[in-house]
């Protein structure tokens, strides 16, 4: 059976990934421009039990954005996805309410989320914005790309998925992009991780 690390010491790791609205210098400029802030518009959580070995739930939403409700065309490219999608999703605060809800189902068992990057850290900002709770505010989190970084590059630089894939020499999944799909494959990278002993 695989070891997992004391820092993921819990019943549950919840597996995180988000996709946001973006457009063709979003990443290369961090969505420095105000009136185009980087907005969650899928999110996508794997629940996985570590006594029981397994995935025990799986939650994804998309979410209809608030300062920039309408998607770019790089980003409808990007992520294979329609406006009406976005258009006929819930906003923040409801979606928030749902994970909440959610996490309460299992409020008896510690737990910790596992992303990449700076997803939980956009959950937080994206509360502020949309003024509601950040329905993780009170649970640990660990940065998988951090985690590698330290283990696998020079000066600490931060990898890409793509780069710590090819260090690990694990395949891709289908329907890249997709948030659930993603935060599926995020245990994926982290059994990479611990079976070569770098986590």
Excluded at 51 to 68: A, C, D, G, M, W
Excluded at 73 to 83: F, G, H, V
Aim: charged share 25%.
């Amino acid at each position: 059976m695989r070891k997992f690390p004391k820092s993921l010491d819990v019943d549950i790791i919840i597996f995180l990934d988000c996709e946001y609205t973006c457009w063709e210098n979003s990443v290369e400029t961090q969505w420095a421009d105000p009136n185009y802030p980087m907005e969650i518009i899928q999110i996508g959580l794997a629940f996985f039990d570590l006594h029981e070995t397994q995935f025990i739930e799986k939650y994804s939403k998309y979410v209809r954005p608030k300062t920039n409700p309408i998607l770019s065309q790089y980003c409808k490219n990007l992520l294979q996805i329609e406006q009406i999608v976005v258009d006929h999703a819930d906003d923040c605060l409801s979606v928030f309410r749902d994970i909440e809800m959610l996490l309460n189902s299992h409020n008896k068992r510690s737990k910790s989320t596992c992303s990449w990057g700076n997803d939980r850290e956009a959950i937080t900002i994206s509360a502020k914005h949309n003024s509601c709770l950040d329905p993780f505010r009170s649970i640990p989190s660990t940065d998988l790309s951090v985690v590698a970084a330290k283990k696998l590059c020079a000066n600490d630089n931060i990898p890409t998925r793509e780069q710590l894939r090819t260090l690990l020499g694990v395949t891709y999944p289908q329907n890249r992009h997709d948030a659930l799909v993603d935060a599926l494959d995020l245990k994926t990278l982290l059994d990479a991780l611990i079976d070569r002993e770098l986590y």
